[in-house]
């Protein structure tokens, strides 16, 4: 394994980048492996990347921000998906999460609610811990579906084109 | 009990680790168990391992850890300092009644003194943060977001267990999700989209990747096309 995995941080920008395109351009319901069905929306966070150590990271709040003036802008200036407020929800659960792309961290996490048959602290615990791994293993699927797509020569001619569309025109 | 929201920083780990269900799993955290140091008389920090049914560190039941589908590891750090108010209270009226600034080796001495007669009645502060283990995945759920929890938690997981933590950052997740050897190979070599300076309406793409990519020549004609 290579040692340079401080610099793959772009990677994951890239994902979440891709994972907005996706959710604009197909809907966000992802098949993850089993058959599982998962929906996925872009929430009230959004945090772009600096193009290059002398730009500015741009945060934007409340609101859409996905729809604001100031993501397009950001887009039409090839700027990555730094952080991102997603909704995940899989048939009746639903979590809501900040996704670090550049570290792959899952940040303010909310669980969906507690199951109202847990009759003691243990199951509680058991059933967040449960959620907790859900929603890991989650993000981690949707980034294998983008890698599977990212990691291929191919990815340069039509994804590409088709994003590249998308953020210029948004 | 885990709480219902959080931050979670993914770690691997490298190496093997016994078997947690062997008493030699329970051996190894009660080597590095949590100590207390609330009676102590100088500032220092206390980093161990307690499970969620004993905050103590005295005890450790496999039980109290156990949620089915992982182990609930807990690290406690506590951490005792002398509070710079009472040191700026303590400074002022020496200061008041030397009718002067205190020197350099006189405010030393004071502290000195202060820690010896505070600390022991200073309640340090306490952390507790929990870690998800799942050794199927060899993988550990770490529900902090401070770097510096983080290199304490990785520290002591390595005294305890002798095996390195690995951050599960873009490039160590994408290695662990069962890509294809095609796709494993590209990920050693892959490198940024340069995403397009495009203006709105634009449909004009610069494109800089890996030596398999197209040229930005071709990649603006396949945006065109």
Redesign the interface.
């Known amino acids: 394994?290579?040692d340079?995995?401080?610099?793959?941080?772009?990677?994951?920008e890239?994902?979440l980048?891709w994972l907005w395109y996706r959710m604009e351009s197909r809907g966000g319901e992802f098949e993850l492996p089993g058959g599982r069905m998962i929906a996925v929306s872009m929430d009230d966070y959004l945090c772009f990347a600096p193009r290059d150590d002398d730009d500015t990271e741009h945060s934007l709040r409340r609101g859409i921000p996905s729809r604001s003036p100031e993501a397009?802008a950001a887009?039409?200036?090839?700027?990555?998906l730094r952080k991102a407020k997603l909704i995940v929800a899989e048939s009746s659960i639903e979590w809501s999460l900040i996704v670090d792309?550049?570290?792959?961290?899952?940040?303010?996490?909310?669980?969906p609610?507690?199951s109202e048959d847990l009759e003691n602290?243990?199951e509680?615990?058991?059933e967040?811990?449960?959620n907790?791994?859900l929603i890991?293993e989650i993000i981690?699927q949707l980034?294998?579906i983008y890698?599977?797509k990212?990691?291929?020569?191919e990815y340069?001619?039509?994804e590409?084109?088709g994003?590249?569309?998308w953020?210029?025109?948004h | 009990m885990f709480r219902c929201s959080g931050s979670v920083a993914t770690y691997f780990f490298a190496g093997s680790m016994p078997d947690v269900k062997a008493e030699s799993f329970l051996d190894a955290l009660r080597a590095k168990r949590f100590r207390s140091i609330e009676h102590s008389a100088s500032e220092e920090t206390s980093v161990g391992w307690v499970t969620a049914g004993d905050p103590s560190g005295d005890s450790f039941e496999l039980e109290d850890m156990d949620l089915d589908l992982g182990y609930h590891l807990r690290m406690r750090v506590d951490k005792k300092t002398l509070p710079a108010v009472w040191m700026g209270i303590y400074r002022s009226a020496a200061e008041k009644s030397a009718g002067r600034k205190l020197s350099l080796q006189e405010k030393r001495d004071l502290k000195q003194d202060l820690m010896s007669k505070l600390l022991p009645k200073t309640l340090p502060s306490v952390r507790l943060i929990d870690a998800l283990y799942t050794p199927s995945r060899k993988q550990i759920l770490l529900f902090a977001s401070a770097s510096g929890v983080q290199e304490q938690f990785c520290k002591l997981f390595f005294t305890t267990f002798g095996s390195n933590l690995i951050a599960g950052d873009p490039y160590n997740l994408a290695a662990r999700l069962g890509l294809g050897r095609e796709q494993s190979a590209y990920l050693e070599q892959v490198s940024p989209v340069t995403w397009p300076q495009a203006k709105r309406g634009s449909r004009q793409v610069d494109i800089a990747d890996s030596p398999q990519s197209m040229s930005q020549e071709t990649a603006t004609e396949a945006a065109e096309a």
Do not use: C
Request: hydrophobic letters at 30%; glycine letters at 12%; zero cysteines.
């Open positions: 394994m290579s340079h995995s401080a610099d793959y941080g772009f990677l994951g890239e994902f980048t397009s887009l039409h200036n090839g700027r990555r792309g550049s570290s792959m961290t899952l940040g303010s996490i909310k669980l609610s507690d602290p243990e509680r615990s058991r967040r811990a449960g907790f791994l890991q981690g980034y294998k890698l599977e990212r990691l291929r020569p340069l001619g039509k590409v084109e994003q590249a569309q953020m210029s025109t």
